[in-house]
């Protein structure tokens, strides 16, 4: 399982999808499923029953995940989208973006 290079508070542009084109922040990383949650992209619609009698049922709307591989960093330079690398200064390993060379804080 390789490292995802999109971290918690990232700018991302969704390439491809039903939100192709669009910007947000990642909230929520999920490793394991290679999966990224960004702050009002994917919105999703979930029916939930009601649990007592006489209570009503409700239609909550929740943000979902996008896969990893749909989404890129946005160069912090340009504003536009970019690869992720990285590079080692004083001994620490670095992320990058590769379009402008500008380290990601």
Same mark, same amino acid.
């Given at each position: 399982?390789? @490292?995802?290079?999109?971290?918690?508070?990232?700018? #991302?542009? #969704? /390439? +491809?999808?039903?939100?192709? =084109?669009?910007? =947000?922040?990642?909230?929520?990383?999920?490793?394991?499923?290679? *999966? #990224? &949650?960004?702050? =009002?992209?994917?919105?999703?619609?979930?029916?939930? *029953?009601?649990?007592?009698? !006489?209570? @009503?049922?409700?239609? /909550?709307?929740? +943000?979902?995940? /996008?896969? #990893?591989?749909?989404?890129?960093? $946005?160069?912090?330079?340009?504003?536009?989208? +970019?690869?992720? !690398?990285?590079? &080692?200064?004083?001994?620490?390993?670095?992320?990058?973006? $590769?379009?402008?060379?500008?380290?990601? +804080?």
């Amino acid at each position: 399982m390789s @490292k995802l290079r999109i971290k918690t508070g990232d700018q #991302v542009m #969704v /390439i +491809t999808g039903k939100d192709a =084109g669009q910007k =947000g922040k990642v909230i929520q990383v999920f490793p394991a499923s290679h *999966r #990224v &949650v960004v702050e =009002g992209l994917n919105q999703m619609t979930k029916n939930v *029953r009601a649990r007592k009698q !006489g209570e @009503k049922g409700q239609r /909550i709307q929740f +943000t979902g995940p /996008i896969d #990893v591989s749909n989404v890129m960093l $946005i160069d912090p330079k340009s504003g536009l989208p +970019t690869r992720v !690398g990285s590079v &080692v200064i004083n001994n620490r390993r670095q992320r990058r973006a $590769i379009r402008s060379k500008e380290p990601i +804080t």
